[in-house]
């Protein structure tokens, strides 16, 4: 297993257009989580999935951020007209479910988006 | 209220000297782990240690020790003998077990640059 895969490594965009994201997480973890980090801070939580199941969805992702994890595997991340400050690195993360409470999650390098 | 804060934006240190880099935290909940994470360039968030609420021993891993002091609601982060491929951001971050045994709130982390 070579870890936490994301894709693109980078992606430009003009405003206005939609961008997809992938995550494929490490294969024997259950929960996968997005979040974002904007330049000069650490990441902020986006959301997460326990398998399929969206189990949590910050304020942060607006109702032009949608996330799916269809089948429990892969999972992407899908923002909508995109504006300028959407800009950032969303990192994806995995982690076992009952892996005690000392773990950190496994992190992908990250999707880097400019908008312009 | 930030939940982490990092107080130092950037810091230089010289090779095989140690450093200590800060993180002082915010919760109501008595059950709580701290993380430290290091960011290389290339933009993956890589585990270095983890300090539980309840844990009385300060945790070391490696070249990595955690000085925890509950009182004063820090959790600094040592680096014995710097090592030139330490340069890199240093995120510290909490997860409240009680409330959300899944996200993590992360500070805005500290640059650090080991001179050689």
């Known amino acids: 297993d070579t870890g936490v895969s994301q894709n693109p490594r980078h992606k430009i965009t003009k405003r206005g257009q939609n961008v997809t994201f992938r995550c494929d997480p490490i294969s024997e973890h259950n929960r996968l989580y997005w979040y974002r980090q904007t330049l000069g801070q650490g990441p902020e939580f986006l959301t997460y999935?326990?398998?399929?199941?969206?189990?949590?969805k910050s304020r942060l992702l607006s109702d032009r951020f949608s996330a799916e994890r269809p089948k429990g595997s892969f999972s992407t991340l899908e923002i909508q007209r995109t504006e300028q400050g959407d800009s950032a690195m969303y990192l994806c993360a995995s982690s076992l479910q009952g892996a005690g409470a000392n773990y950190g999650y496994t992190f992908g390098s990250g999707t880097r988006l400019t908008v312009v | 209220a930030q939940k982490i804060t990092q107080t130092q934006p950037g810091m230089f240190v010289q090779e095989k000297e140690a450093v200590t880099l800060d993180c002082t935290y915010d919760t109501s909940d008595q059950s709580y782990g701290l993380f430290w994470y290091k960011q290389p360039s290339s933009g993956e968030m890589i585990f270095l240690i983890y300090q539980g609420s309840y844990d009385e021993q300060n945790a070391t891993e490696g070249r990595y020790s955690l000085n925890f002091q509950k009182a004063r609601k820090s959790a600094n982060l040592v680096i014995s003998a710097s090592q030139l491929g330490d340069s890199a951001m240093y995120f510290c971050a909490m997860r409240e077990v009680n409330y959300n045994f899944n996200k993590f709130y992360f500070g805005s982390g500290t640059k650090l640059n080991v001179k050689p």
């Open positions: 999935f326990q398998n399929e199941a969206q189990l949590e």
